[in-house]
């Protein structure tokens, strides 16, 4: 191959390789770009959101003067605007850090000093949770350099993470401080004896909006505490490191520079001290007491609806929702409560229910989970099921529907319309069961179409077996129940959701649906007869109760038919 040829390869390849790196670069350039919008608009949201906030906020501290004897309630709206408000300013923090718009300014004061008094601010939600919690720090006292608001959200974040994965009744966090040799940096450890981090969740640890398994410990969780926290710590120049041991706990170490010659002449502030009285972050994810003490007896009181009232089951990992869900329909139905689905299980099985509301994002076992295990087992398949998520994308609601969710509610959810979605299906199982007394034999064998499937063939299956005892007087619930494959009770939920009757109601019911149709077939029939063909051994009790049941003796019935046979 010549020269000339040798070098316009060369040169074509070159040209190729050119356009392949500037087709590269122009895409990078537009995805930071589509980033960068993206970041400005998310931060245009969060400071729009931050206005009504505060509006609300102030709304209800002056409901609080002019209402005040709705304290649950207030203290229901004045924690969840508190975790609203933290979530956004987290969300600021991040965005400030992504563009690399975050400042320090460092003051001079007790950093030993500080660091205590903004560990105290959690120590009631460590209360709360019955954990043991110890602050050391050596030496006591030391006068250092530092950023208050950047310490406070680094230890703020440490601890609260330590917390939502420390679900153990001997539960334990420890914070110590401590300088290295030179006076010039501390380290600070936040310690736990939880769950530790799996191997396999480590490498994402430090990922935005990397949520881990927070759910499974009925723990808050948004993915951007820990990310924003080793940002933070890189901006003051230190590091972030962990240790951790499955089911034996975790270990953070931050190390931080307090020396003022680490520091830029523009971020320093001379003229104002470290105030340890006032800790920056002043919003942390704890109930006030009081929320707390009307949470137990909320969750744990009887109903106040009366006796002939329908009996629902709530399930959420939320306290506070399910308290306030509870406390909204507790004066028309009897309200039982669970936080996970295991939990709900267990109600489900030693509880006679008309409906279930659940969450879908729970720990240990999630709304599907639980919807699917209700609707694949014969004795509760009946319950309807109606399912609340944040998840609003049409698959979510679609997979809902294909497991068998009656209906799927979005949060936000108006509890009117909760109210009224429960109402519906209520009154229309209601009715299903007035349908069903009032047919015949030979209606009430063809399958209904507002019935489900499952439940259309247990009932067929049911009169088929009562067909088969039906001039058996010593056959009773007990027989048909073992006949049936299940137990008393198991028989008598599914046949009470289906028909509205017991199971002895039933089987009266079909007896005397089926008198009705053999006297139909066999006009001339004895009532003696009639009787003994449907289980009878006296003909003065079958007529009491045909009468009872049909509104006329067995004598005018089959008189009526004659008539009409003329």
């Not at 001997?170 to 010039?184: A, E, H, P, Q």
């Not at 808050?220 to 505490?225: H, I, L, N, P, S």
């Not at 962990?242 to 003229?271: C, H, M, R, W």
């Not at 909320?298 to 509870?326: G, Q």
Request: glycine share 4%; charged share 30%; aromatic share 6%.
């Amino acid at each position: 191959m010549n020269e000339p040829v040798i070098a316009n390869l060369i040169l074509l390849l070159a040209i190729v390789l050119i356009m392949i790196l500037a087709r590269t670069l122009y895409m990078r350039n537009q995805r930071l770009k589509e980033k960068a919008k993206m970041s400005m608009l998310f931060t245009n949201i969060t400071h729009e959101l931050l206005t009504p906030m505060t509006i609300i906020s102030a709304s209800v501290e002056h409901l609080k003067e002019v209402e005040p004897k709705h304290e649950m309630e207030y203290a229901l709206m004045e924690l969840n605007i508190q975790r609203s408000v933290r979530l956004l300013q987290q969300i600021l923090e991040t965005s400030k850090s992504n563009e690399g718009r975050l400042k320090l300014l460092v003051s001079n004061g007790d950093v030993m000093a500080y660091i205590k008094e903004t560990a105290r601010c959690i120590v009631p939600l460590m209360t709360q949770k019955k954990m043991q919690f110890n602050v050391t720090c050596s030496p006591e006292s030391m006068m250092g350099w530092i950023d208050t608001d950047k310490i406070d959200k680094i230890i703020f974040n440490l601890l609260s993470n330590a917390v939502k994965y420390t679900n153990r009744e001997d539960g334990r966090i420890d914070l110590t401080v401590k300088t290295n040799s030179y006076y010039d940096q501390i380290i600070i450890e936040v310690k736990d004896n939880g769950c530790g981090i799996p191997a396999k969740r480590q490498k994402h640890l430090f990922e935005l909006f990397y949520d881990g398994d927070y759910r499974r410990f009925n723990a808050m969780g948004t993915g951007v505490g820990l990310s924003l926290t080793r940002d933070l710590v890189y901006l003051i120049g230190g590091t972030i490191s962990y240790k951790s041991k499955e089911n034996e706990g975790t270990s953070f170490i931050v190390t931080l520079p307090i020396g003022k010659e680490a520091f830029e002449p523009s971020q320093i502030d001379e003229k104002n001290r470290i105030n340890i009285n006032i800790p920056q972050s002043a919003i942390f994810d704890f109930s006030p007491q009081s929320l707390v003490e009307a949470a137990d007896d909320i969750l744990n009181s009887d109903s106040v609806a009366d006796d002939d009232s329908n009996k629902i089951l709530i399930v959420d990992d939320n306290n506070e929702l399910l308290m306030l869900m509870k406390q909204l329909l507790k004066s028309k139905y009897h309200v039982l409560t669970a936080n996970n689905g295991l939990k709900a299980l267990e109600i489900i099985k030693n509880n006679d229910l008309d409906l279930i509301v659940s969450d879908l994002m729970m720990p240990e076992m999630d709304g599907w989970e639980l919807t699917e295990k209700i609707k694949t087992n014969k004795d509760y398949s009946h319950l309807p099921i109606i399912l609340l998520t944040a998840r609003t994308q049409e698959e979510d609601k679609r997979k809902s529907l294909v497991i068998g969710a009656d209906e799927y509610m979005c949060k936000p959810f108006k509890m009117s319309e909760l109210t009224l979605r429960i109402k519906n299906i209520i009154e229309n199982r209601n009715r299903i069961r007035r349908d069903f007394t009032s047919k015949s034999i030979e209606e009430v064998e063809r399958p209904a179409s507002n019935i489900a499937s499952i439940d259309n063939e247990l009932l067929q299956k049911a009169i088929e077996c009562m067909r088969q005892h039906l001039g058996d007087s010593e056959y009773n619930r007990d027989n048909f129940a073992a006949d049936m494959g299940m137990s008393a009770s198991s028989l008598y939920n599914k046949l009470r959701s289906i028909t509205g009757l017991s199971v002895s109601s039933f089987m009266r019911d079909i007896r005397m649906k089926e008198a009705c149709r053999i006297a139909r077939e066999h006009p001339n029939i004895r009532i003696s007869e009639l009787a003994y063909k449907v289980g009878y051994k006296d003909p003065k009790y079958f007529a009491t109760t045909f009468k009872k049941d049909v509104g006329m003796q067995p004598t005018e019935y089959i008189e009526t038919i004659r008539e009409s046979d003329k």
